[in-house]
């Protein structure tokens, strides 16, 4: 792949649910300052974003943070547990997308929820086993239908008839300590839509010149992120009572309530599109996390078999499909879906302190990679252990 390719593949996991889904949820925390909550959670995430960029230019491996953690603490437990932990998160992310692929492609066909959820992942894995050139291009199209929807919000809601019910002035929060509990609070949720950054890691050894196009392809992900997040966010709480905002499971849509009917069924396909590029993209992202810990001995060696023909780990990749299926058809997977952040935070903070302890044992860094001062590594774990405990209380 090259960088251009690998930066539609971080948008492509990093876009998508998070924000077609949470803007509700964190307005009913944040209120109009929903917006703010976006910037903090791109302040955090950007911190370790740089972390990880040196990281992956030391170690460019498809297991990613788990190697990132077996460098830093020398533990093969913990950095079995870590590659474990971000495998699990990106299957429950998927069966939990599945499962809301299902209920839009029933509003559609009117086949039963389970059945498509079973179809849309099985389809994905497919795809994703074809080849990482051709399932990453796949999805770097939908990429671009996802951010035209973002697009369309944003126009629609600047520019179209909706009339603005607060002046924009209204958003920037005053010293009152009520208004930042609320905007801390909703920053966890907001952070839960910059995850995905960290999975292009798992695809490093598949990059052309991986040591200059993984530094660019991850700042340009996370700057595009920030930008459509925050515009999206004004947009509807701009536009949309607050109260309307927090009670729908499908905000961005009370955006085109005064639209036309066509413009309202394009959004509404373009949401369905999101929701199946991310079960893609987690597909891609558990598959090469398996592989690369079985690759490097972690796992059992079948799951780091690789077709002569794809390229891909077809064991590792139905593997994943596998467990996804079983976790949307049988299990309760809420719960599992709101630790996500959690999970991830806890993986952020070990990452930053991998990279700490190896920048103090070590006399200079390797030159030909992409350095950071060791106060990047510790204000990044310690910012992801702020917004953990804000959470978690």
């Excluded at 839509?193 to 010149?209: C, H, R």
């Amino acid at each position: 792949m090259s960088w251009p390719l690998l930066c539609l593949y971080g948008l492509g996991v990093t876009l998508g649910a998070g924000i077609y889904v949470l803007v509700g949820a964190t307005a009913e925390k944040a209120g109009i300052f929903a917006p703010v909550s976006f910037l903090i959670a791109a302040a955090v995430v950007g911190v370790t974003a740089l972390s990880y960029i040196e990281l992956a230019t030391r170690y460019p491996v498809s297991s990613g943070a788990a190697a990132y953690v077996e460098a830093g603490f020398q533990k093969p437990w913990l950095t079995t547990s870590i590659g474990l932990l971000i495998a699990l998160s990106g299957i429950v992310s998927a069966s939990a997308v599945a499962i809301g692929a299902g209920g839009y492609l029933n509003g559609l066909t009117g086949l039963p929820i389970p059945l498509l959820a079973i179809a849309t992942v099985v389809v994905m894995g497919l795809l994703a086993a074809w080849g990482i050139s051709e399932s990453v291009r796949a999805a770097a199209t939908i990429t671009l239908i996802e951010v035209a929807g973002l697009l369309l919000v944003i126009g629609w809601s600047f520019a179209g008839p909706s009339a603005s019910i607060i002046p924009a002035v209204a958003l920037l929060p005053t010293f009152e300590i009520g208004h930042w509990f609320g905007i801390i609070a909703a920053s966890t949720l907001a952070f839960f839509a910059f995850i995905g950054f960290e999975d292009m890691a798992s695809v490093a050894e598949e990059v052309k010149d991986p040591r200059s196009a993984y530094p660019r392809a991850v700042i340009v992900t996370l700057a595009v992120s920030t930008l459509l997040y925050t515009l999206t966010t004004i947009a509807v709480v701009t536009t949309i009572p607050i109260e309307v905002l927090a009670g729908s499971s499908s905000p961005l849509m009370l955006a085109f309530g005064n639209a036309p009917s066509l413009v309202r069924d394009a959004f509404g396909a373009i949401a369905v599109v999101a929701t199946v590029n991310g079960i893609l993209i987690q597909i891609i992202m558990a598959s090469r996390m398996i592989y690369g810990m079985a690759d490097r001995g972690y796992l059992p060696q079948p799951l780091a078999a690789v077709s002569r023909r794809t390229q891909t780990p077809l064991v590792a990749t139905a593997t994943v499909v596998l467990i996804i299926i079983a976790l949307s058809q049988l299990f309760p997977i809420g719960v599992l879906a709101e630790r996500t952040s959690q999970i991830v935070l806890v993986t952020f903070i070990l990452v930053n302190i991998s990279l700490l302890r190896v920048k103090m044992h070590e006399d200079r860094p390797p030159q030909e990679c992409f350095t950071v001062p060791q106060l990047v590594p510790a204000i990044g774990a310690l910012a992801c252990s702020l917004l953990l405990l804000s959470g978690v209380f």
